[in-house]
């Protein structure tokens, strides 16, 4: 019997509370206190483990108690029992098995991919078509409400050398959002700066405010407008010659061709949980470079466990050229839940080569934080 012929026979989950540093605003709501996340063990015949997260945000892809629901209600019978190598058709019936819940199925491609990995001994990139990079360069969100707060991160950021900024916003006046980007100017010249307004314009804000902004040439400006304005989106691409790029109107393969038809973005924010999974994300990613159109990694509120599938992805994915915001594990959360420590070094995300994800959570932190464990 091969390897992979192997049956998966459990199927665990974590709902976590994860403490972090401080407030963050963003366009479409704030976050404060901690993030919530839901981690999912699968383990084979032969005892090997895979693990995978889901870090969904209620004000963007769902709810924690949706990813829980979602995987313990709908996923988990089309999981146990089946062989290990049938991811293909596992995510396959998984997509119609249970509308949205984007951040379940990234949760559930991740441990498959996590498992085949390690009982192949081959690290997820090579299961995805091979690594193209070695690193990856680190972005790291400037979000806190208390701008002085930031200024302290941003002197971190710079001792580490992380090169890439992006200023969060549309969430208070744009006297606000201009007074920190003229300081960060001023006094960061060496961060290139990526803005993000996370769809907090109205209609009747979006033209004199991105054009204002755009006179700071930013390396570019992400998703002023909700989701569906996509004629705003169009048109406010043609006003300004910085690129404009999508986020939350691209979730998936099916929006990313609409929006490359329609014109509406320079490029596209590529996340796992939102994309529902790594092979999701890499096909969007390749339709957008298809269409001439740019990408980078993404992330949501995530813990390490997700930000090393979304390297293995951006990883094995050439598309994916403007680098990545995995800094949660390092800047914003109290403590991370991998038993080592996600990888930047000189302000690169360094790509595992182990099996599997490369490496594994902390049980222990996994049982301290939780809100839900198994059993």
Not at 14 to 20: G, I, R
Not at 231 to 254: K, T
Not at 303 to 323: K, N, Q, S, V
């Amino acid at each position: 019997m091969s390897a992979l012929d192997q049956k998966i026979i459990g199927f665990d989950l974590w709902q976590l509370a994860l403490p972090v540093v401080s407030a963050r605003d963003h366009g479409i709501g704030r976050v404060e206190g901690a993030c919530e996340i839901v981690v999912l063990r699968l383990t084979a015949e032969g005892g090997a483990e895979g693990f995978g997260e889901a870090s969904p945000w209620s004000v963007f892809t769902g709810t924690p108690e949706a990813s829980h629901a979602a995987l313990d209600r709908y996923l988990r019978p089309l999981v146990l029992g089946r062989r290990v190598g049938d991811r293909a058709l596992i995510m396959e019936q998984a997509a119609q098995a249970v509308a949205h819940c984007t951040e379940a199925k990234a949760a559930l491609e991740s441990a498959l991919l996590d498992l085949i990995g390690q009982i192949s001994a081959l690290p997820v990139w090579a299961l995805l078509g091979g690594k193209c990079r070695d690193t990856i360069p680190l972005s790291c969100s400037i979000a806190n409400p208390d701008f002085d707060q930031d200024i302290a991160l941003m002197e971190r950021l710079r001792d580490d050398g992380v090169g890439l900024i992006k200023l969060k916003t549309g969430f208070r006046d744009h006297a606000f959002d201009i007074m920190r980007l003229e300081r960060i100017a001023r006094d960061f010249p060496e961060f290139g700066v990526r803005v993000d307004y996370n769809q907090g314009l109205g209609i009747e804000q979006a033209i004199p405010q991105v054009l204002d902004v755009a006179r700071f040439r930013p390396d570019f400006i992400e998703q002023p407008v909700r989701f569906h304005h996509f004629d705003m989106m169009a048109r406010l691409r043609g006003l300004i010659d910085v690129p404009l790029l999508a986020d939350e109107s691209v979730f998936g393969p099916e929006d990313m061709v609409r929006a490359a038809r329609e014109g509406i973005c320079d490029g596209v924010s590529v996340k796992i949980m939102k994309s529902g999974g790594l092979s999701r994300g890499q096909t969007v990613a390749r339709i957008a470079g298809a269409n001439g159109l740019m990408a980078y990694g993404g992330d949501m509120f995530e813990a390490g466990l997700a930000h090393l599938a979304g390297t293995h992805m951006i990883a094995a994915t050439p598309e994916i050229t403007l680098g990545c915001e995995f800094y949660q594990a390092s800047y914003y959360l109290k403590e991370d839940i991998l038993e080592t420590p996600f990888q930047v070094r000189n302000g690169q995300v360094v790509v595992p080569d182990g099996p599997g994800l490369g490496a594994r959570p902390d049980l222990g932190r996994l049982d301290h934080y939780a809100v839900r464990k198994p059993g």
